[in-house]
């Protein structure tokens, strides 16, 4: 069974442009998180996909962030325009319907580096 | 607000001692508290986790013990091996929800 897959492993923009992530959660998974972990620092939720629903967009830092997830396959998260502050790895996480937080898997995540 | 601290950013052990990874949490409704482990370039993987209910648990060397009262949790790892090098997260959760993470400890095990 494959994991949890990220793309890209890493990016690099000046501050201003647009970033657009993507995460393959595992087949299956209904669950699907997204989370950053900035400057070495905790790693915080961002929000919460349940199939292509929103479940809980609580900690999504602001509107400059968009996550989609259309089919309820893999999801995007859109960042436009980037700022210093973005900076971090963002992890992405998914587990099956009724385990929750109790079951995720993470990927690899995606370091982002606005400059 | 930081809910979940784990105020040791890193710890060295030698081969074979025991490993002592520390976490406090401020919020008492947190009822289930979970271990992950981060190499280089991956992501945390599930390691231990606990219930509110218990003040224990084991698996293998991994030993994870929780003290509510105190609102501490400790992650025991006896005997530490090399392989155990990376940065452990702490983690609390509230009724399946509202996950929190600690910074994480580097933890370096010397051969």
């Known amino acids: 069974e494959a994991g949890v897959t990220q793309f890209p492993s890493h990016s690099v923009i000046e501050k201003g442009q647009t970033v657009t992530l993507r995460c393959d959660p595992i087949?299956?998974?209904?669950?699907l998180y997204w989370y950053r972990r900035v400057m070495g620092k905790e790693i915080k939720f961002l929000l919460h996909?349940?199939?292509?629903?929103?479940?809980?967009e609580s900690g999504m830092p602001n509107n400059r962030f968009l996550a989609e997830r259309t089919g309820g396959t893999y999801s995007t998260l859109k960042v436009q325009p980037a700022e210093l502050e973005d900076s971090g790895v963002y992890f992405c996480?998914?587990?099956?319907?009724?385990?929750?937080?109790?079951?995720?898997?993470f990927g690899p995540g995606t370091r982002l580096t606005v400059t | 607000d930081q809910q979940v601290k784990q105020n040791s950013p890193s710890l060295s052990v030698q081969e074979g001692r025991i490993s002592i990874l520390n976490c406090d949490y401020t919020?008492?409704?947190?009822?289930?508290f979970l271990w992950y482990k981060k190499y280089p370039a991956e992501g945390p993987t599930f390691l231990i986790s606990i219930s509110s209910i218990k003040d224990k648990n084991e698996d293998g060397r991994f030993t994870v013990f929780l003290n509510k009262s105190a609102k501490h949790l400790s992650l025991h790892i006896v005997p530490s091996q090399p392989g155990d090098s990376a940065v452990y997260f702490c983690?609390?959760?509230?009724?399946?929800?509202?996950?929190?993470f600690g910074a994480g400890t580097r933890l370096t095990v010397k051969p």
């Open positions: 919020n008492s409704m947190f009822d289930y």
């Open positions: 983690a609390a959760l509230y009724n399946n929800n509202d996950m929190r």
């Open positions: 996909f349940v199939k292509e629903s929103k479940q809980d």
């Open positions: 996480a998914s587990s099956r319907l009724g385990t929750g937080f109790y079951e995720q898997y």
């Open positions: 087949s299956g998974h209904d669950n």
